[in-house]
């Protein structure tokens, strides 16, 4: 019997009151790789979107001076939707406000480091002790989607996801530290060998025939997690810079996301 329209209201604010209102600010960077600046464009609409139904604040900013003790103690949460700050000061404010029970979800670039490059590993704090995956490796070409397998089911990030499902295409990154070797590091989600091959070439090297590659995981030491996903599919061949694929185009991998947002701003001990 279909539920009557006042009951549908009563039920719906029952469940948006589950979450306490909370705040949070992302930081982009948006100048770097047409597929990263895709993803940026795509994540602020639908983080906005997000907000309005689960009651919680979204500011973005590309202005990363803003990453200081004084904004951030407006925010329980705080994304890095593309890349790192790299300035000291600005670095020093973020760590302090990890270590204070601030939380921080981070995506696909944002843990890329390699020395030499435009992003060397210079930050160690972040790189080995707080993600615990030290430099990049290596990554998949072109975009693939991927199967990922849920690893913690108990986490509430992972709660009522199948155990395994198809992801959205994606540049898939390889870690120079193995995560399974860190105690404060809790795997959430990786590469289910189903995939495999992963990626389409032309280079043999960005194939992947066989590993373990987390995607999703979280430092228990912290209020964080870090998503991989966050690199859409580019018409780069035929120059029209077309997008192919949007990483939000996927209700199992959306639910992942809300579900870790939700659960890092209603845990936060920075509540205002």
């Known amino acids: 019997m279909a539920l009557p329209v006042i009951a549908i209201l009563l039920l719906n604010t029952a469940n948006a009151q589950k979450h306490a209102a909370f705040k949070v600010l992302a930081f982009y960077t948006g100048k770097n790789d047409l597929a990263h600046i895709s993803f940026v464009h795509e994540a602020n609409r639908w983080f906005a979107n ?53 939380a921080w979800m981070g995506f696909h670039f944002a843990a890329f480091a390699l020395t030499p490059s435009s992003y060397p590993q210079n930050w160690n704090w972040y790189h080995n002790t707080f993600l615990g995956s030290g430099q990049y490796g290596s990554n998949t ?5 991927a199967f990922l397998r849920v690893e913690d089911k108990k986490h509430p990030a992972t709660r009522h996801l199948p155990a395994v499902f198809k992801a ?3 540049e898939w990154y ?46 228990k030491k912290y209020r964080m997690i870090y998503v991989n996903m966050g690199h859409n599919d580019m018409d780069y061949e035929n120059k029209t810079n077309k997008e192919l694929s949007f990483t939000f185009n996927n209700d199992e991998q959306n639910k992942l996301i809300i579900n870790s947002l939700l659960w890092l701003g209603t845990n936060s001990k920075k509540r205002h």
């Open 50 to 102: 997000a907000a309005t139904q689960y009651h919680f604040t979204y500011d973005s900013t590309n202005d990363w001076s803003k990453l200081n003790s004084t904004v951030l103690a407006q925010y329980q949460v705080i994304l890095f939707l593309d890349t790192r700050p790299d300035d000291s000061v600005q670095r020093a404010a973020f760590q302090q406000y990890m270590e204070q029970g601030g």
């Open 141 to 145: 070409w072109r975009p693939t989607a």
């Open 168 to 170: 959205s295409p994606n």
């Open 174 to 219: 390889r870690w120079e530290k193995d995560l399974r070797n860190n105690p404060d590091i809790d795997i959430l989600l990786s590469i289910d060998s189903t995939s495999f091959p992963l990626g389409t070439g032309p280079k043999q090297y960005e194939i992947w025939h066989s590993g373990y590659y987390p995607v999703v995981w979280t430092n």
